[in-house]
C-alpha cells in the first residue's frame, strides 16, 4: 500500500463548477498537509499548506484536513480554465515529504 | 518564496553520457533537495544536498550514479551519469521554506531525454 494515495484522474470540469480534489493517507505520523499545482513542463507551485484538522481557506481555494479519517481535500470554487493542470498532494514528517501522484484537471470553458 | 532557476531547461543526451544540472537560490538556503518526476508520475526525492557535508540519498539511489555537489549555500549541481534511457525524466530541485516549515519550493525542471 502506498503511503499517499490519489486518484490520477483526469478531471473534467466546466467552467464555474466547484472542483474536490482527495487523498488519502496511510502514516499518522505525517503532520504536515500540502497542495501543489504543477502546469505542464513547469515545477510544482505551493498553493495551500496546513498542520491542523479543519479547513483553511484561500481565495477560491480551501484545504480540508481530517486527520482521524486519513484524509485530505483541495477544493476549488468558481473554476477557471487558468485552473488546468495537475494538483499534487503532499504530507510531510520530519522534513521528508511524501507526494501524492498527482490529479489532472482540464476546466472546460 | 525563495525564487529557483535551473540550467539547462531541457536536454537531449546520448546513451553513456553524463549531464550536470545546476540549481541557483537567490537567497541562502540549508537544505537543498533533487527529485526526479517520470512521465506521468509523482517526485520521488533521489537526495538531500547540505552545504559542507556530502548528500544523503535515498533507497534505490546512489551517489555513483548521481553525484551531487554543494559549494554554498545558494547553489547546487546533480549530474546524471552513464545515462540510459530509463533516465529520461524531469528534474527538480527545491529548497524549504526559509520560516522552517516543511513545505518546500520547486525550481522549473530539467527535462532531459536520452537516446
Known amino acids: 500500500q502506498k503511503e499517499v494515495e490519489q486518484d490520477p484522474g483526469p478531471l473534467s470540469v466546466p467552467e464555474g463548477a466547484i472542483v474536490s480534489l482527495n487523498c488519502t493517507y496511510s502514516n499518522s505520523a505525517f503532520q504536515y498537509f500540502m497542495w501543489y499545482r504543477q502546469y505542464s513542463r513547469k515545477g510544482p507551485e505551493l498553493l495551500m499548506y496546513t498542520y491542523s484538522s479543519g479547513n483553511k481557506e484561500d481565495g477560491r481555494f480551501t484545504a480540508q484536513v481530517d486527520k482521524s479519517s486519513k484524509y485530505i481535500s483541495l477544493f476549488i470554487r468558481d473554476s477557471q480554465p487558468s485552473d488546468s493542470a495537475t494538483y499534487l498532494c503532499a504530507m510531510s514528517s520530519a522534513s521528508k515529504i511524501i507526494f501524492g501522484s498527482g490529479t489532472r484537471l482540464s476546466i472546460r470553458p | 518564496s525563495a525564487v529557483i532557476s535551473q540550467k539547462p531547461s531541457r536536454d537531449i543526451c546520448q546513451r553513456g553520457t553524463s549531464l550536470t544540472i545546476q540549481c541557483q537560490v537567490d537567497?541562502?538556503?540549508?537544505?537543498m533537495f533533487w527529485y526526479r518526476q517520470q512521465p506521468g508520475q509523482s517526485l520521488t526525492l533521489i537526495a538531500t544536498?547540505?552545504?559542507?557535508?556530502?548528500?544523503?540519498?535515498e533507497s534505490g539511489f546512489v551517489i555513483d550514479k548521481f553525484p551531487i555537489s554543494r559549494p554554498n549555500l545558494t547553489f547546487s549541481t546533480l549530474t546524471v551519469s552513464n545515462m540510459s534511457p530509463e533516465d529520461s525524466s524531469i528534474y527538480l530541485c527545491?529548497?524549504?521554506?526559509?520560516?522552517?516549515?516543511?513545505?518546500?519550493?520547486f525550481g522549473p525542471g530539467t527535462r532531459l531525454t536520452v537516446l
Open positions: 537567497s541562502q538556503v540549508t537544505m
Open positions: 527545491s529548497v524549504e521554506h526559509t520560516r522552517g516549515g516543511d513545505e518546500q519550493f
Open positions: 544536498a547540505n552545504q559542507g557535508s556530502e548528500a544523503t540519498y
